[in-house]
């Protein structure tokens, strides 16, 4: 009780920005390089920018939230791969999803938000990244869309987003349904890591960008709880339960 009691005083709300800020510091002092490089001799491989620069970051604006989980390293969700062999007509036997480098997850174990990372903003990584996350940005508002259970109104201000990082910058997608099978995606905010102490403010811009992205990942994962609540509650109803082969009156039913 006395740790908890000391945890909960010594940890504020604004700890992340602290965090964050002197992660940036440090690397603008000891590794000033890996900030100004555009990386196309490729002295830094995508690991680098990951577990130096990117994944502090997340980790430090996430480690509060509620429900949601951050899943590192190339990794597939179960969704996906079943959206895939529902769309293959042949042998589904050895058909997995896309593998995506970092899946925010819900306690439901849905995705929310999906991140791709790469170590330069190559032509044929950079598009073969994007019709990935946005394959799966589709498939994570669908599980949503489809439940008959949420709400319109809480669908309809739902943001279902994903992130496509290279190097040191980075943007961030939003994928909305329009119409009936039509939807829409477009960049609503890029991600910049400042590059020495002179551009620092953008650090700002970054830290309000990232709260967005938590305040939606949480959203999502909210209404996840809804349909996971929804689906127990039909998994446990007597209509579940009972035997409609004979007649109710008998007793070995």
Same mark, same amino acid.
């Given at each position: 009780?006395?740790?908890?009691?000391?945890?909960?005083?010594?940890?504020?709300?604004?700890?992340?920005?602290?965090?964050?800020?002197?992660?940036?510091?440090?690397?603008?002092?000891?590794?000033?390089?890996?900030?100004f490089s555009d990386?196309?001799?490729?002295?830094?491989?995508?690991?680098?920018?990951?577990?130096?620069?990117?994944?502090?970051?997340?980790?430090?604006?996430?480690?509060?939230?509620?429900?949601?989980?951050?899943?590192?390293?190339?990794?597939?969700?179960?969704?996906?791969?079943?959206?895939?062999?529902?769309?293959?007509?042949?042998?589904?036997?050895?058909?997995?999803? +896309?593998?995506? +480098?970092?899946?925010?997850?819900?306690?439901?174990?849905?995705?929310?938000?999906?991140?791709?990372?790469?170590?330069?903003? +190559?032509?044929?990584?950079?598009?073969?990244?994007? $019709?990935?996350?946005?394959?799966?940005?589709?498939?994570?508002?669908?599980?949503?869309? $489809?439940?008959?259970?949420?709400? &319109?109104?809480?669908?309809?201000?739902?943001?279902?987003?994903?992130?496509?990082?290279?190097?040191?910058?980075?943007?961030?997608?939003?994928? $909305?349904?329009? +119409?009936?099978?039509?939807?829409?995606?477009?960049?609503?905010?890029?991600? $910049?890591?400042?590059?020495?102490p002179a551009d620092?403010?953008?650090?700002?811009?970054?830290?309000?960008?990232?709260?967005?992205?938590?305040?939606?990942?949480?959203?999502?994962?909210?209404l996840h709880a809804?349909?996971?609540?929804?689906?127990?509650?039909?998994?446990?109803?007597?209509?579940?339960? &009972?035997?409609?082969?004979?007649?109710?009156?008998?007793?070995?039913?």
């Amino acid at each position: 009780m006395c740790l908890k009691k000391q945890a909960e005083y010594a940890f504020t709300p604004k700890e992340k920005y602290f965090e964050c800020y002197a992660q940036v510091l440090k690397l603008i002092k000891f590794t000033p390089s890996f900030l100004f490089s555009d990386n196309k001799k490729n002295e830094y491989t995508e690991a680098d920018f990951v577990n130096k620069l990117w994944a502090p970051l997340f980790e430090s604006f996430f480690r509060d939230s509620p429900n949601v989980t951050l899943k590192w390293g190339e990794s597939v969700c179960e969704d996906s791969t079943a959206i895939k062999k529902d769309s293959i007509t042949g042998s589904v036997k050895n058909i997995i999803g +896309d593998k995506v +480098d970092l899946r925010i997850t819900s306690a439901a174990g849905h995705d929310v938000i999906n991140v791709e990372f790469a170590r330069n903003p +190559d032509d044929t990584k950079y598009y073969g990244d994007r $019709r990935k996350i946005l394959r799966e940005s589709k498939n994570n508002a669908d599980f949503v869309y $489809r439940s008959t259970c949420v709400k &319109r109104t809480l669908k309809k201000k739902m943001k279902s987003l994903c992130i496509q990082i290279a190097g040191n910058q980075g943007e961030i997608t939003e994928t $909305r349904l329009k +119409d009936n099978g039509l939807y829409i995606s477009n960049t609503i905010g890029s991600l $910049r890591i400042p590059s020495g102490p002179a551009d620092l403010n953008v650090l700002r811009v970054l830290f309000e960008r990232l709260d967005e992205v938590k305040r939606n990942a949480v959203y999502i994962s909210n209404l996840h709880a809804i349909i996971q609540k929804d689906m127990a509650l039909k998994n446990n109803s007597m209509d579940k339960k &009972r035997c409609c082969d004979v007649s109710p009156n008998r007793n070995d039913c």
